[in-house]
Nanobody, 122 residues
Framework: QVHVVESGGGLAQPGGSLRLSCAASGSIFSINAVGWYRQAPGKQRELVAH???????TYADSVKGRFTISGDNAKNTVYLQMNSLKPEDTAVYSC????????????????WGQGTQVTVSS
């Protein structure tokens, strides 16, 4: 059984910072990739940042230069450092992890966390 849990959300003022964590636990052989997504009320879910094994990262244009995604392999955790926050960053942030359960299974399985609310307001 694998669990993915996000944490670190909350209320921040415009211009402030938050760091989100996406922690995977359970029977994990390796994590191939992790994506951070967000969904604001009335809007479609969008990919904010993505990291793959080896450290290659991609970002949505709206967060480039403000958000940084990074990983700690030893802790099976991926972080999203969010700086210079704007009210339009307000959303539920969720992570999606592609996880291999054992050495004999090449195809990873996608696991979602429950999401964490980020609110940017003065």
């Amino acid at each position: 059984q694998v669990h993915v849990v996000e944490s670190g959300g909350g209320l921040a003022q415009p211009g402030g910072s938050l760091r989100l964590s996406c922690a995977a636990s359970g029977s994990i052989f390796s994590i191939n990739a992790v994506g951070w997504y967000r969904q604001a009320p009335g809007k479609q879910r969008e990919l904010v940042a993505h990291i793959i094994t080896g450290g290659s990262t991609t970002y949505a244009d709206s967060v480039k230069g403000r958000f940084t995604i990074s990983g700690d392999n030893a802790k099976n955790t991926v972080y999203l450092q969010m700086n210079s926050l704007k009210p339009e960053d307000t959303a539920v942030y969720s992570c999606n992890a592609l996880i291999r359960l054992d050495a004999m299974t090449w195809s990873p399985i996608a696991y979602w966390g429950q999401g964490t609310q980020v609110t940017v307001s003065s």
